[in-house]
């Protein structure tokens, strides 16, 4: 900085807008003339004298038209805001303010981005202050906060925050520790109410009716909003939460109204989700790849799923990308070594995608094109075909949290 | 595991929180879990007495057979088969205190670990320790008999900061709450 005047800078300070234009490029002339002076390619003459460079003006970029290859990625735990990656050159694009145990919710019509978060007066101290902030999806700027009574702080769920296919409601699932839902008017940026739903969590919006949600009684509630006071039914048990539970970050087909589950033993569980949810009967990823099933019992090694966010659903082909790792069962957390591609209406494991390193999340664009992005604890997320499998290359420091893509949840 | 049946008991202790508890005021909501905190790490063993979970090495899962009883500050310890963070005993703390300043949380996840020394399983009441950043020292996660968000008592990713001061999340302990069988 030899021969940069600070005073000068300082009076450009107080000095009036035109003035303060002139002043900056005899700073950066006092710069360059001192370069003249000891650089050594300065002393050669110069044919033609360097142009002065413009003065600057600082601005914020706003994000470009959105592409379906771009991915959401957040920070790994415990740790704040979701990186926005282009997924074509793995370049940042911008950060989501996703606080700390805060959930990201994608508006299925694009106009916003809403984070469900908690935050108190001082810090972690003080008041505590449950609210859904709106984001412009362009600028990212915050453009409105809606307070609600509360939520659950956790890591790495999908479903405790979803949205209605108009874009117009909110679902927030809260465990104080009794469990409710919170109902938001996106339209009206308005609180609506809360549910009570004991023993259920694990959110899905339920076109024309409400929500539904998965319960530890093995059934899937729906919760219809349409009349005075919310009414609350139940299908039959068709899981078991405690002997072969389903994992919560499952997947759902907003345009066919139909959610994917996956239970730690490999069953898979297809459910069309209607005023009444009607549950297909389960079958087995393993007897779909030509292995046996997965089983309960301890030193039975079987392929399984795992990981945190352990599947992600291409919507219009129907093929479900599972994270399939070796183990014992109650290895559910473990990250996958392979992605197992399932082809959902044949029943059918297509292909067996061997990972080079194992990874706990995964998410699939819902283009024609799709791309696969997965991550773990390593901080890095690898982007692959969704179809050739070809791993493209690594986004170093993206993050080792949720990933979300547009169109997909 | 196999025939041991927690089916039922998370959704009942919910609906009796839910119960008795007023929607619309906080205090009453918190008041009801620091009331109901001494029930409801207990809850679970009456269930845990009804059932007769079989013991023997091959029923054993995969953390039990390879449990060790004497470094309480490494993730293989046996009462941690279900614990998912950082130890308070790599952070200042116990195996069952909290770290200086930290405070602990009245109410907890639970789980069934099974003590390699006498081959009994025991009731676990996993409390976190809060009002301090992540302690950041030995991070384990295991996930013996650990299940989803839907039974939030056997789920390990909640932050179980429930009625303390801050929730800020520091570490976790295992709390022995007595003999399951």
């Given at each position: 900085?030899?021969?940069?005047?600070?005073?000068?800078?300082?009076?450009?300070?107080?000095?009036?807008?035109?003035?303060?234009?002139?002043?900056?490029?005899?700073?950066?002339?006092?710069?360059?003339?001192?370069?003249?002076?000891?650089?050594?390619?300065?002393?050669?003459?110069?044919?033609?004298?360097?142009?002065?460079?413009?003065?600057?003006?600082a601005f914020v970029h706003k994000?470009?038209?959105?592409?379906?290859?771009?991915?959401?990625?957040?920070?790994?735990f415990d740790s704040g805001g979701?990186?926005?990656?282009?997924?074509?050159?793995?370049?940042?694009?911008?950060?989501?303010?996703?606080?700390?145990?805060?959930?990201?919710?994608?508006?299925?019509?694009?106009?916003?981005?809403?984070?469900?978060?908690?935050?108190?007066?001082?810090?972690?101290?003080?008041?505590?202050?449950?609210?859904?902030?709106?984001?412009?999806?362009?600028?990212?700027?915050?453009?409105?906060?809606?307070?609600?009574?509360?939520?659950?702080?956790?890591?790495?769920?999908?479903?405790?925050?979803?949205?209605?296919?108009?874009?117009?409601?909110?679902?927030?699932?809260?465990?104080?520790?009794?469990?409710?839902?919170?109902?938001?008017?996106?339209?009206?940026?308005?609180?609506?109410?809360?549910?009570?739903?004991?023993?259920?969590?694990?959110?899905?919006?339920?076109?024309?009716?409400?929500?539904?949600?998965?319960?530890?009684?093995?059934?899937?509630?729906?919760?219809?909003?349409?009349?005075?006071?919310?009414?609350?039914?139940?299908?039959?048990?068709?899981?078991?939460?405690?002997?072969?539970?389903?994992?919560?970050?499952?997947?759902?087909?907003?345009?066919?109204?139909?959610?994917?589950?996956?239970?730690?033993?490999?069953?898979?569980?297809?459910?069309?989700?209607?005023?009444?949810?009607?549950?297909?009967?389960?079958?087995?990823?393993?007897?779909?790849?030509?292995?046996?099933?997965?089983?309960?019992?301890?030193?039975?090694?079987?392929?399984?799923?795992?990981?945190?966010?352990?599947?992600a659903l291409h919507r219009a082909?129907?093929?479900?990308?599972?994270?399939?790792?070796?183990?014992?069962?109650?290895?559910?957390?473990?990250?996958?070594?392979?992605?197992?591609?399932?082809?959902?209406?044949?029943?059918?494991?297509?292909?067996?995608?061997?990972?080079?390193?194992?990874?706990?999340?995964?998410?699939?664009?819902?283009?024609?094109?799709?791309?696969?992005?997965?991550?773990?604890?390593?901080?890095?997320?690898?982007?692959?075909?969704?179809?050739?499998?070809?791993?493209?290359?690594?986004?170093?420091?993206?993050?080792?949290?949720?990933?979300?893509?547009?169109?997909?949840? | 595991?196999?025939?041991?049946?927690?089916?039922?008991?998370?959704?009942?202790?919910?609906?009796?929180?839910?119960?008795?508890?007023?929607?619309?005021?906080?205090?009453?909501?918190?008041?009801?879990?620091?009331?109901?905190?001494?029930?409801?790490?207990?809850?679970?063993?009456?269930?845990?007495?009804?059932?007769?979970?079989?013991?023997?090495?091959?029923?054993?899962?995969?953390?039990?057979?390879?449990?060790?009883?004497?470094?309480?500050?490494?993730?293989?310890?046996?009462?941690?088969?279900?614990?998912?963070?950082?130890?308070?005993?790599?952070?200042?703390?116990?195996?069952?205190?909290?770290?200086?300043?930290?405070?602990?949380?009245?109410?907890?996840?639970?789980?069934?670990?099974?003590?390699?020394?006498?081959?009994?399983?025991?009731?676990?009441?996993?409390?976190?320790?809060?009002?301090?950043?992540?302690?950041?020292?030995?991070?384990?996660?295991?996930?013996?008999?650990?299940?989803?968000?839907?039974?939030?008592?056997?789920?390990?990713?909640?932050?179980?900061?429930?009625?303390?001061?801050?929730?800020?999340?520091?570490?976790?302990?295992?709390?022995?709450?007595?003999?399951?069988?």
């Open positions: 900085m030899t021969g940069f005047d600070a005073r000068g800078t300082d009076a450009t300070m107080t000095i009036p807008h035109s003035r303060r234009r002139s002043a900056a490029p005899r700073a950066l002339l006092a710069l360059l003339g001192s370069a003249a002076l000891t650089s050594p390619v300065a002393a050669q003459p110069a044919a033609t004298p360097a142009p002065v460079l413009e003065s600057e003006e994000l470009p038209a959105a592409s379906p290859h771009w991915s959401y990625i957040r920070g790994g979701t990186r926005i990656f282009n997924g074509d050159t793995g370049k940042m694009l911008g950060m989501i303010n996703t606080s700390k145990w805060s959930d990201l919710g994608l508006d299925p019509t694009g106009k916003f981005h809403y984070v469900s978060e908690t935050i108190w007066t001082k810090v972690l101290r003080g008041t505590r202050q449950d609210l859904v902030a709106v984001y412009d999806p362009v600028t990212l700027d915050l453009v409105a906060e809606i307070p609600m009574p509360g939520r659950l702080l956790i890591g790495s769920r999908i479903n405790n925050f979803v949205i209605s296919d108009d874009g117009k409601t909110g679902y927030i699932y809260n465990l104080s520790p009794a469990s409710s839902v919170n109902v938001v008017d996106f339209a009206k940026r308005k609180f609506v109410q809360t549910v009570e739903l004991p023993g259920c969590a694990s959110l899905l919006p339920n076109p024309g009716v409400g929500f539904s949600a998965l319960c530890g009684d093995g059934t899937l509630a729906t919760v219809a909003l349409s009349g005075k006071t919310p009414t609350v039914t139940h299908t039959a048990p068709f899981f078991s939460a405690t002997n072969d539970p389903i994992f919560d970050n499952f997947a759902y087909n907003r345009g066919t109204s139909e959610a994917t589950f996956v239970s730690y033993t490999g069953l898979i569980y297809q459910a069309k989700i209607a005023a009444t949810p009607v549950v297909a009967a389960p079958w087995s990823i393993q007897a779909a790849a030509g292995l046996r099933v997965g089983e309960t019992k301890p030193l039975d090694i079987n392929w399984l799923p795992g990981g945190r966010q352990p599947m082909t129907g093929r479900l990308y599972v994270l399939m790792h070796k183990g014992e069962y109650w290895s559910h957390k473990d990250p996958g070594t392979e992605i197992w591609v399932v082809d959902l209406a044949a029943r059918k494991v297509v292909r067996r995608v061997p990972l080079k390193k194992p990874a706990e999340n995964i998410e699939v664009t819902q283009d024609d094109k799709p791309l696969l992005f997965i991550n773990g604890d390593e901080d890095a997320t690898r982007v692959l075909d969704a179809t050739s499998y070809e791993q493209k290359f690594d986004i170093e420091h993206a993050g080792g949290g949720l990933i979300a893509v547009a169109g997909a949840r | 595991m196999t025939g041991f049946d927690f089916d039922g008991f998370g959704e009942k202790l919910l609906r009796k929180f839910a119960g008795r508890t007023s929607r619309r005021s906080m205090l009453t909501r918190l008041g009801a879990t620091i009331v109901a905190a001494p029930v409801f790490p207990l809850l679970p063993v009456s269930r845990a007495n009804a059932a007769k979970p079989e013991r023997s090495a091959e029923a054993k899962t995969g953390f039990a057979r390879n449990a060790q009883t004497k470094d309480d500050t490494k993730c293989d310890y046996w009462r941690y088969c279900a614990i998912d963070g950082f130890l308070c005993s790599c952070c200042g703390g116990g195996v069952s205190s909290c770290p200086p300043g930290a405070e602990p949380s009245p109410v907890s996840w639970v789980g069934t670990c099974i003590n390699p020394d006498d081959g009994k399983a025991y009731l676990m009441a996993y409390r976190d320790c809060c009002g301090k950043p992540s302690c950041g020292q030995c991070n384990c996660d295991n996930t013996d008999r650990e299940t989803q968000l839907y039974v939030p008592q056997l789920n390990n990713d909640v932050i179980w900061c429930f009625g303390t001061k801050s929730m800020e999340y520091h570490c976790s302990t295992g709390v022995l709450v007595g003999k399951a069988q």
